[in-house]
């Protein structure tokens, strides 16, 4: 009787432990941490930024763990996973070139997308309607696009975060503090200053290499013959089909801290015009070049974003002064230098303390709740803004926008015909 007890003891206390086996062993076996507070990761794109910074900063996280690299181009997915393991001291990590390979797993919480921008809104939806978590670089493609990704989101309940830095970085998180909350008065200008990018040639089309998917590279986009450079970050960012130029990338950045300095962030401007330089019919580019768009918002503070100044800056303009950054994240300069030394700004109920880098906040709130600082939201009224600045351009008359209700206040049908508001995207997965 007594060996019998001694043995159903032992037995209900083997089995204990194996229900509560993963809390319990030594997170030396999953890495730094147990699986029970892991967000694991699937990375789509890995070329130069998404190996850099994302790759880079999510792995810094004690909590993620990357099962999964993709990329058109196998060889950025190959380096990808040597990077990966090499930081997880295994060889977990898996290769794809198809993101349908990565969508359909179902062990991975969350994906991770650094494609060219007119795969950012495809990717980022049917990554939600796969029950994932989503990470994405900035920006959207078209306005509508931006509207269906967060309806998407609120949808189906998951995290979302744009890729974007600035409100983590400590020089535009300050300046635009100090301009929301009075420290140079009432703010009424922002100047942004943007790089002018080179005016690229048309090349001859060429066979497409071996270890590319072209089609899944085009997705969307029209079907067209490869070139030599089409998939150089310089080059797909200078065409409408995949992107915006520089006023949708550098403008991302800069024109978010203006926004949020005039405390415009959540809303948009009501007017937008602008102009921009003639292109040769013989240039690969065709978005502006050598533009200049003044945004007019309701409280009458206006944006000049501008590739002319040929520098990056950004300067906001109050009724007691005017604060400055000029080069990407590099000098300050004031009307007063005092401004820089007073953190008490940063204790206003009407602006928020510096978050994490988006990579790592990510991250947080997929493991405890809450809302990123660069939300869907956020990112797609952003976009929104930098879209109008495109249409004024290319129209050539005063775009007049209503916010609140995102719709056109003028003009609607002729407006809403435009490709940077609408976009025919192609059957991709029927192939070229």
Same mark, same amino acid.
């Given at each position: $009787?007594i060996?019998r007890r001694?043995?159903?003891r032992?037995?209900?206390?083997?089995?204990?432990?194996?229900?509560?086996?993963?809390?319990?062993?030594?997170s030396?076996?999953?890495?730094s =941490?147990?699986?029970?507070?892991?967000?694991?990761?699937?990375?789509?794109?890995?070329?130069?930024h998404?190996?850099?910074?994302?790759?880079g900063n999510?792995?810094?996280?004690?909590?993620?763990?990357?099962?999964? &690299?993709?990329?058109v181009?196998?060889?950025?997915?190959?380096?990808?996973?040597?990077?990966?393991?090499?930081?997880?001291?295994?060889?977990?990590?898996?290769?794809?070139?198809?993101?349908? +390979?990565v969508?359909?797993?179902?062990?991975?919480?969350? &994906?991770?997308?650094s494609t060219p921008?007119?795969?950012?809104?495809?990717?980022?939806?049917?990554?939600l309607?796969?029950g994932?978590?989503?990470?994405?670089?900035?920006?959207?493609? !078209?306005?509508?696009?931006?509207k269906?990704?967060? @309806?998407? &989101?609120?949808?189906?309940g998951?995290?979302?975060?744009?890729?974007?830095?600035?409100r983590?970085l400590?020089?535009?998180?300050?300046?635009a503090?100090?301009?929301?909350?009075?420290?140079?008065?009432?703010?009424?200008t922002?100047?942004?200053?943007l790089?002018?990018?080179?005016?690229?040639?048309?090349?001859?089309?060429?066979?497409?290499? *071996?270890?590319? +998917?072209?089609?899944?590279?085009l997705?969307?986009?029209?079907?067209v013959?490869?070139?030599?450079?089409?998939?150089?970050?310089?080059?797909?960012?200078?065409?409408?089909?995949?992107?915006?130029g520089?006023?949708?990338?550098? %403008?991302?950045?800069?024109?978010?801290?203006?926004?949020i300095?005039i405390? $415009?962030?959540?809303?948009?401007?009501?007017?937008?015009?602008g102009?921009?330089?003639?292109?040769?019919?013989?240039?690969?580019?065709d978005?502006?070049?050598?533009? +200049?768009?003044?945004?007019r918002?309701?409280?009458?503070?206006?944006?000049?974003?501008? +590739?002319?100044?040929?520098?990056?800056?950004?300067?906001? @303009?109050? !009724?007691? %002064?005017?604060?400055?950054? @000029?080069?990407?994240? #590099?000098?300050?300069?004031?009307? *007063?230098m005092?401004?820089?030394?007073n953190?008490?700004?940063?204790?206003?109920? *009407?602006?928020?303390?510096?978050?994490?880098?988006?990579?790592r906040?990510?991250i947080d709130?997929v493991?405890?709740? #809450?809302? =990123?600082?660069?939300?869907?939201?956020? %990112?797609?009224?952003?976009? !929104? $803004?930098?879209?109008?600045?495109h $249409?004024?351009?290319?129209?050539?008359?005063?775009?007049?926008?209503?916010?609140?209700?995102?719709?056109?206040?003028?003009?609607?049908? @002729?407006?809403?015909?435009?490709?940077?508001?609408?976009?025919q995207?192609?059957?991709?997965?029927?192939?070229?």
């Amino acid at each position: $009787m007594i060996e019998r007890r001694k043995f159903i003891r032992q037995s209900a206390i083997a089995g204990m432990a194996t229900a509560i086996a993963p809390t319990i062993l030594p997170s030396k076996l999953f890495g730094s =941490t147990a699986p029970s507070k892991q967000v694991t990761l699937g990375f789509i794109g890995t070329g130069g930024h998404g190996t850099q910074v994302n790759l880079g900063n999510f792995l810094t996280h004690p909590s993620s763990r990357v099962l999964a &690299v993709c990329d058109v181009k196998l060889p950025h997915a190959r380096r990808a996973k040597e990077i990966v393991d090499k930081h997880h001291s295994n060889d977990d990590c898996k290769v794809y070139q198809d993101f349908r +390979d990565v969508l359909a797993r179902d062990d991975l919480d969350a &994906v991770v997308i650094s494609t060219p921008d007119h795969w950012h809104v495809p990717l980022s939806l049917m990554a939600l309607r796969s029950g994932k978590h989503v990470f994405s670089e900035k920006p959207s493609l !078209t306005i509508t696009e931006g509207k269906e990704l967060v @309806e998407e &989101v609120e949808k189906q309940g998951k995290v979302f975060q744009w890729g974007i830095e600035d409100r983590a970085l400590e020089k535009y998180w300050m300046l635009a503090g100090l301009a929301r909350t009075g420290a140079i008065g009432e703010v009424h200008t922002v100047d942004c200053g943007l790089p002018q990018k080179p005016l690229l040639s048309i090349e001859e089309p060429t066979s497409v290499p *071996d270890d590319l +998917d072209w089609n899944l590279w085009l997705g969307p986009a029209k079907s067209v013959e490869f070139t030599p450079s089409v998939t150089k970050p310089q080059w797909w960012r200078q065409r409408f089909d995949y992107s915006g130029g520089s006023l949708t990338d550098w %403008g991302a950045h800069l024109c978010d801290t203006a926004q949020i300095g005039i405390g $415009m962030d959540e809303s948009g401007p009501s007017e937008i015009l602008g102009t921009s330089e003639e292109l040769s019919p013989k240039s690969f580019v065709d978005v502006p070049s050598g533009y +200049d768009v003044l945004y007019r918002y309701t409280n009458k503070a206006t944006i000049r974003v501008r +590739d002319t100044a040929r520098k990056i800056y950004i300067r906001f @303009e109050g !009724t007691k %002064g005017w604060i400055q950054c @000029e080069k990407w994240n #590099g000098e300050l300069s004031a009307s *007063d230098m005092n401004l820089f030394r007073n953190r008490d700004f940063a204790k206003n109920p *009407d602006f928020w303390p510096r978050p994490d880098r988006e990579q790592r906040e990510f991250i947080d709130v997929v493991l405890n709740g #809450g809302r =990123t600082t660069y939300h869907v939201d956020a %990112g797609h009224r952003l976009a !929104t $803004m930098l879209h109008l600045g495109h $249409m004024a351009i290319r129209s050539g008359e005063t775009i007049h926008w209503d916010p609140k209700r995102e719709q056109f206040s003028k003009s609607r049908n @002729e407006h809403e015909r435009s490709r940077v508001f609408k976009r025919q995207a192609r059957d991709w997965e029927k192939g070229l």
